[in-house]
């Protein structure tokens, strides 16, 4: 064990853990789980990567405010980022993602401006955009940031290349919301790893790339429209309503080898499973991406190896469909376990 200097040094290596009763005996299913991360999601990657390079190139100043439009996790990792380094933040978000979510921010320090949940992803971006420009701050942008795709490529790709040294990697599955783990993490697969297959999952409700039509883009790559396949799911940091330029970059350089959509129940029930049956405490978007490894596996080659990426907590969703049924008051169950015993009975009101 090494001492860090700030907590900053903490970010990445995060563990890959071998799948026991949840996957199908022919083939050895791991997955790579980033809530080990401080601020528990795959997050704190972008958000130490895209504040490092802005420094360095000077885009960034020393205590310059810095803000950036995010579902919630962006903000997080980049909220403890900023008040390690001694950046204001300011975050744009959506007022239909997770209360928790607001509440970290601000327990962070960061400020949180909410838009209409009506204008969806595009809204808090143009809300961003407009607030940087007003105020002269830097802002992240997170969709179209090479430097967000580049830390997936100088850390998560390597990790994974040193975890199956060794051991042919047969499929890697992962999401998008931004694309910044799949693009800069395929990209050296296809190179140091060409037989891996890359498996790219979405949710049914939002199939952008599964669909087929084009995403209409600024000169700068951000969207001009919202995208038409798109309507509002549940997997929160998954596919907003619009194919993201990092995106678009691994798709069109045929980084990709099978796109695969996922349906709401099932990103729950895997959720729930790996918790309840492997002891893995995922969020939504982690569960529906197990739920494209499980269908990878199905058809997969005797003894494949399928690895597939866990990007946060189920901490962060309390609050959240992924808690329905999860009841705060004693089961009748519970409570016939509470009478089977004389003492310390309690009686609800
Ligand atoms: N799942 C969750 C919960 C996320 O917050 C994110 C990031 N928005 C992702 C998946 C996707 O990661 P990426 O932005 O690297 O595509």
Redesign the pocket.
């Known amino acids: 064990m090494k001492i860090h200097d700030n907590i900053l040094g903490t970010i990445g290596n995060t563990p890959v853990v071998r799948i026991n009763r949840l996957a199908p005996s022919h083939v050895n299913l791991f997955v790579k789980i980033e809530s080990f991360n401080p601020m528990s ?3 704190d990657r ?1 958000a130490l990567g895209i504040i490092e390079d802005a420094e360095k190139s000077g885009d960034l100043k020393p205590g310059q405010t810095v803000i950036e439009a995010t ?4 903000g997080i990792g980049l909220a403890m980022v900023c008040a390690q380094k001694g950046h204001p933040l300011v975050v744009t978000m959506a007022e239909s993602f997770s209360v928790e979510r607001r509440k970290l921010m601000r327990f962070l320090g960061a400020k949180v401006v909410l838009t209409p949940a009506p204008l969806k992803g595009s809204g808090m971006v143009q809300k961003a955009r407009e607030l940087a420009e007003q105020h002269g701050w830097f802002q992240t942008r ?1 969709f179209e940031n090479e430097s ?1 795709a580049d830390m ?1 490529s100088r850390t998560t790709a390597p990790e994974i290349l040193q975890a199956f040294d060794g051991r042919q990697l047969d499929y890697w599955v992962t ?8 693009k800069g993490v395929a990209r050296v697969l296809r190179e140091k790893s060409p037989a891996t297959k890359i498996v790219v999952c979405e949710p049914e409700l939002a199939g952008l790339l599964t669909g087929g039509i084009e995403q209409k883009r600024n000169a700068d790559g951000s969207p001009a429209e919202s995208h038409p396949s798109f309507s509002p799911h549940p997997m ?3 596919t907003p309503d619009f194919i993201p330029k990092l ?1 678009g970059d691994a798709m069109d350089a045929e980084n990709s080898d099978a796109v695969l959509t996922v349906a709401n129940p099932d990103a729950m029930a895997c959720s729930r499973n790996l918790a309840q049956q492997e002891g893995i405490f995922v ?1 939504i ?2 569960g529906a991406t197990f739920a494209a490894a499980l269908a990878v596996a199905e058809t997969a080659a005797e003894g494949a190896n399928i690895l597939c990426m866990l ?2 907590t189920g901490e962060r969703y309390l609050s959240t469909p992924l808690f329905e049924g999860i009841e705060a008051e004693m089961s009748a169950a519970e409570q016939e376990l509470s009478a089977s015993t004389p003492s310390c009975q309690f009686e609800p009101a």
Do not use: I
């Not at 919301?177 to 799949?182: C, E, N, P, Q, V």
């Open positions: 999601s795959v997050k972008l579902s919630g996790n962006t997170q967000n997936h999401g998008y919301g931004t694309g910044g783990t799949l929160q940091g998954w995106t969020g978007s982690a990007p946060d």
